[in-house]
């Protein structure tokens, strides 16, 4: 029994918000820990599941470098307790003055490994978004007027797993045909189908957008839409300059110039989406394991965010000027261990999975079959000799 897409949306929100709230090291461990749970419990066999490795060793590396950055440059507080000593080289000024190398301290370090947990979490909570949610129920939850933006969003989110499902099934073609993969000479063999694929690919997609009308409206588009579209933006501008610039005095027209803008952008946004129609063949059921979800979310949020003005928790971590071991709190902990509501085995039936052996057997009978669709037709009558 599979979520409701606007349940994993509220996940992801609900995770987002989670690591901005509370950006120490112990509690993005515990997030990214919940991350790789709920993925590990849902996963399947699809290129979307396959896809969040590559998302963990990108957000490894991200990781890695802001580490040796954060330890070789120095933009601001550098610590007391120092580990080792590198020659500094001092930029000019129109680099900016950035200091690299110098003294090595471990408060610099902390601080290093905190902010790049931090982004190497991130991508762990997008990656398992995006290993388990359906991109194409995704799209039909867009409202109407950024149905083209969201399938565009929609098609770009797909091109991780349609790039390696295509090098898989490539690779695999050409071990059938005897090559060995090896060093860089070795991979023409790889890029070259690879990129006359995508292109072929591209092409189909575009003119199946055509096909189906993509892009037209079935109404002429009135002026005041385009209008109100270009007029909105400048005033929310302007309110956000006359509250910021004078204060708490001009709280008033700051609010009118506000409000105006998002009913006129409101306004323009229904009258695009009432020009671009909407079929629902099969709609999503929300189910209780969804009520379930939806509420520990909202309970984890509302706490997490009651911390964090209360300044209760100790949510935030600063190793500066001398490093220390960074606090846990138990109810912040347990908050945050309600984001693996989606993992728990109440009414969950995960897709089903192929074991290593089952599929490689199915990848031994598919290298064949293969091998006989990508091998050129020849004219295989036999020859008959003239009298």
């Known amino acids: 029994m599979l979520m409701h897409t606007l349940t994993w949306l509220i996940w992801l929100a609900t995770a987002l918000a989670a690591t901005m709230l509370a950006p120490s090291p112990l509690y993005l ?9 709920v993925f590990l419990a849902w996963r399947g066999d699809s290129p979307l599941a396959r896809s969040f490795g590559l998302f963990m060793r990108v957000g490894a590396y991200v990781f890695a470098g802001y580490v040796l950055f954060g330890v070789i440059t120095v933009g601001g507080a550098r610590g007391q307790t120092t580990l080792a000593r590198l020659p500094a080289l001092v930029l000019p000024d129109w680099l900016g003055g950035v200091v690299l190398g110098g003294p090595i301290t471990a408060e610099a370090l902390a601080w290093g490994a905190t902010r790049g947990l931090g982004l190497w979490t991130l991508m762990v909570i997008f990656g398992a978004f995006n290993a388990l949610v359906n991109h194409h129920r995704l799209l039909r939850l867009a409202p109407r007027s950024l149905f083209h933006a969201g399938l565009a969003v929609t098609i770009a989110i797909g091109f991780v797993p349609a790039l390696l499902r295509a090098i898989e099934e490539i690779a695999q073609a050409q071990r059938a045909r005897g090559h060995r993969f090896g060093g860089p000479r070795s ?24 096909a189906r009308g993509y892009g037209r409206a079935t109404a002429p588009s009135g002026l005041w839409r385009q209008a109100a579209l270009i007029a909105c933006p400048p005033l929310l501008g302007a309110g956000a300059f006359v509250w910021l610039y004078y204060g708490p005095a001009a709280i008033l027209p700051a609010i009118a110039l506000g409000a105006a803008g998002l009913l006129g952008a409101a306004a323009a946004l229904r009258g695009l989406g009432a020009r671009t129609p909407r079929t629902t063949y099969r709609r999503e059921r929300w189910r209780s394991r969804d009520t379930l979800t939806a509420v520990t979310c909202g309970v984890a949020l509302v706490t997490l965010v009651s911390f964090r003005l209360a300044s209760y928790g100790e949510l935030v971590y600063y190793p500066f000027p001398r490093i220390v071991a960074p606090g846990f709190n138990l109810g912040t902990g347990l908050a945050l261990m309600l984001l693996a509501a989606p993992a728990l085995p109440i009414g969950r039936e995960p897709p089903p ?32 000799t003239e009298q």
Do not use: K
């Open 353 to 384: 999975r192929l074991s290593s052996r089952e599929r490689a057997r199915a990848e031994r009978r598919a290298a064949p079959e293969q091998l006989r669709a990508s091998a050129p037709t020849t004219d295989r009558r036999p020859r008959t």
């Open 29 to 37: 461990c515990l997030i990214f820990l919940t991350a790789v749970q």
């Open 187 to 210: 991979w023409p063999p790889l890029v070259a189908p690879l990129l006359a694929g995508s292109l072929e690919n591209s092409i189909q997609l575009a003119e199946a957008l055509d």
